[in-house]
């Protein structure tokens, strides 16, 4: 009996939330823990931040050459947030999915939504709320890696994103990180059970009913 788990439709798993929320460190985390999943590098007209690396944290360009991605159809989604631009590269996730393997996305609810309405039965949709906006505050601050009018910028826009998290398919607070994590963690596990994602359960089943016993 053949007893191949193969193919599989890949999980598009898109984390959003306010600046300072936490999904990059939550999503650090579900990489670091899941070999397979593989995280979509997003481009950005934004400046380097002490500390990041190009390439692995976000692919650095100027808006000439965001343009020409946008031209092109090169994003699978992009969007204006927090005065700068941010767009999701489709080839390295066409070329996942293709490959039967899993993609994280840490990007804005704009860009959630895009995906959603682009690839319905892949993306799954996981809004991080704060505990409080006081606590968001406090993150962006302790994280030291923005200007004060940056941080002020990040808070006021909260609000207008929180306001979308009824789009979202599963929706958490990260107050205790471990326990955010363990969430997270659960929901991506879940999805990836789902059976439709799982297209080689047919020719297994039909194995099985055709054992002799
Ligand atoms: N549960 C938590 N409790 C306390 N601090 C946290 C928690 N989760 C994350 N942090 C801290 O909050 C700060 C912001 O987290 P992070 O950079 O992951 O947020 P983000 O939502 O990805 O922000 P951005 O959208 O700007 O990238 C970091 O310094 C991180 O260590
Ligand atoms: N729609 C998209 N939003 C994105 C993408 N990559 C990141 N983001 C969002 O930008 C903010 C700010 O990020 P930061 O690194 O400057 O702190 C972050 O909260 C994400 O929501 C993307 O590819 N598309």
């Known amino acids: 009996m053949s007893n191949d788990r193969t ?43 002490p500390g990041e690396v190009a390439g692995r944290d976000y692919h ?33 996730v066409d070329k996942a999915l293709s490959e039967g393997r899993d993609v994280l996305f840490d990007i804005d609810w704009q860009g959630a939504r895009q995906i959603a ?20 505050r406090r993150r962006l601050v302790t994280r030291s890696q923005d200007a004060d009018e940056v941080i002020e910028r990040r808070i006021k826009n909260a609000k207008g994103e929180i306001e979308h998290c009824a789009e979202f398919d599963y ?5 205790d990180f ?11 596990h879940a999805e990836r059970s789902r059976r439709f994602r799982n297209t080689w359960v047919e020719a297994y089943r039909e194995g099985l009913l055709s054992e002799d016993v």
């Not at 892949?122 to 709320?129: S, T």
Request: aromatic share 8%; proline share 6%.
């Open 117 to 136: 309405e682009k690839c319905p039965g892949d993306a799954v949709r996981v809004f991080i709320l704060p505990p409080s906006l006081e606590e968001l």
């Open 171 to 175: 929706v958490f607070v990260n107050d």
């Open 60 to 92: 650095f360009v100027d808006h000439a050459a965001f343009q020409r991605g946008i031209d092109a159809d090169a994003f699978l989604e992009w969007a204006d947030v927090h005065g700068n631009r941010y767009g999701s590269p489709r080839a390295p």
């Open 178 to 188: 471990d326990r955010s994590y363990a969430e997270l963690a659960h929901i991506y």
């Open 7 to 49: 193919p599989r439709r890949g999980v598009l798993l898109i984390v959003a939330s306010p600046s300072g929320a936490g999904k990059t460190s939550l999503c650090r985390r579900l990489m670091a823990d899941h070999g397979g999943l593989e995280l979509s590098v997003s481009m950005t007209t934004r400046d380097i931040r």
